[in-house]
């Protein structure tokens, strides 16, 4: 059964930071292509950031120079790395990871930042 599960999130006050985990099982792990999301309260799911299929990284705007996505194929873990967290980061990341006939989602952690 493919499974992908987050951890790390929590509440931190503004310009704390967290550090999110994603880790795979059941699959044919591989960061490429896998990515990170977040949706807020009324609020659509939006992308945070992305590994291309050929190692390049992208970051939604309201994130570039404070997160940071990376992982690692042998741990078949993606990680985010989240600095200088504001209130409006408050959300519920999800991690998703391409599959043959679609892709696959996590049951999401929940960040908070708030004082």
């Known amino acids: 059964q493919v499974q992908l599960v987050e951890s790390g999130g929590g509440l931190v006050q503004p310009g704390g930071s967290l550090r999110l985990s994603c880790v795979g099982s059941?699959?044919?792990?591989?960061?490429?292509?896998m990515g990170w999301y977040r949706q807020a309260p009324g609020k659509q799911r939006e992308l945070v950031a992305g590994i291309s299929s050929t190692g390049s990284t992208n970051y939604a705007d309201s994130v570039k120079g404070r997160f940071s996505i990376s992982g690692n194929n042998a741990k078949k873990t993606l990680y985010l790395q989240m600095n200088n967290l504001k209130p409006e980061d408050t959300a519920v990341y999800y991690c998703?990871?391409?599959?043959?006939?679609?892709?696959?989602w996590g049951q999401g952690t929940q960040v908070t930042v708030s004082s």
């Open positions: 998703n990871a391409p599959l043959p006939l679609g892709s696959k």
């Open positions: 059941g699959m044919i792990f591989s960061i490429y292509g």
